[in-house]
């Protein structure tokens, strides 16, 4: 007797470990009868084979010498009977005491039976910021998001809100905010290289010499780069180099070809 008892505390022990385990996976109380057969399927003259616990729990009383989460166990082996059994997708975890974590955590739900899945518990939905706003990533909210923040969720929201305008200037925002600049001032180039070339061409056009239109170009990109600045000063300065290489963009495609007589 002594020995049975110390094999079904051992078996118990580790079922309340498995259950724990999984319960703190899935953010909510599982079904668990562990503490129904703790306090009446053991003790002396009980039949303390899983046959006899099984007999034990389904004779007591749901709601008084029963709990909630041993009702929602048996329900669970019940429904899931053809999942744990023969060739089901649990059966050999149940056998080694694991039905629950099986179920819950290392089946999905598609796997199993469409009778098993009328009775898994349905896991509660969390109200805190990580459970609804910041779900699917951490953001900066709308006023009236703020407003329907906990107290306890409102300060973590502020803590984060302020690192992330301490952190404005690390390096991975320095890189992004270099990429935008960049963007916006080839955009600005590109803008007075194609006003440049078209100045050009007409000048050429109209039979002026390669110098008036050289001329034309660079008195054209100082008054357009200084427009471009004026107008979106966070594009920066232009620099020398940046000016030539707008010349030289404007003129390509611009120049005649030679014919034979000016060789």
């Not at 082996?77 to 050999?92: E, L």
């Not at 990533?137 to 329907?148: C, F, P, T």
């Amino acid at each position: 007797m002594k020995a049975s008892l110390m094999m079904a505390i051992s078996t118990r022990t580790i079922l309340a470990a498995a259950v724990a385990l999984a319960a703190a996976c899935h953010g909510a109380e599982l079904p668990s009868c562990e503490n129904d057969v703790a306090v009446n399927c053991l003790g002396d003259g009980a039949d303390m084979s899983a046959e006899g616990i099984d007999a034990c729990l389904e004779g007591l009383t749901s709601g008084t010498t029963r709990s909630a989460p041993c009702d929602a166990l048996l329900a669970l082996k019940k429904g899931c009977h053809a999942d744990i059994t023969g060739s089901g997708v649990c059966a050999a975890d149940h056998a080694q005491g694991d039905t629950v974590p099986c179920l819950l955590q290392r089946t999905k739900p598609e796997l199993l039976s469409e009778a098993c899945r009328a009775v898994l518990p349905v896991e509660e939905q969390g109200t805190g910021i990580r459970d609804t706003f910041w779900k699917a990533g951490k953001r900066v909210l709308e006023d009236d998001e703020v407003d329907q923040l906990s107290e306890e969720d409102e300060e973590t929201y502020t803590r984060w809100l302020k690192r992330k305008k301490k952190s404005k200037g690390s390096a991975k925002n320095n890189d992004r905010a270099y990429a935008v600049q960049k963007m916006r001032r080839d955009k600005a180039g590109n803008k007075i290289v194609k006003e440049i070339h078209d100045a050009v061409k007409a000048a050429l056009d109209a039979k002026k010499t390669e110098k008036v239109a050289k001329n034309t170009a660079k008195r054209m990109v100082g008054k357009l780069t200084k427009a471009a600045q004026k107008a979106d000063s966070e594009i920066g300065t232009f620099t020398k180099d940046e000016i030539n290489d707008i010349i030289k963009e404007a003129f390509k495609g611009t120049r005649k070809k030679k014919n034979k007589d000016e060789l």
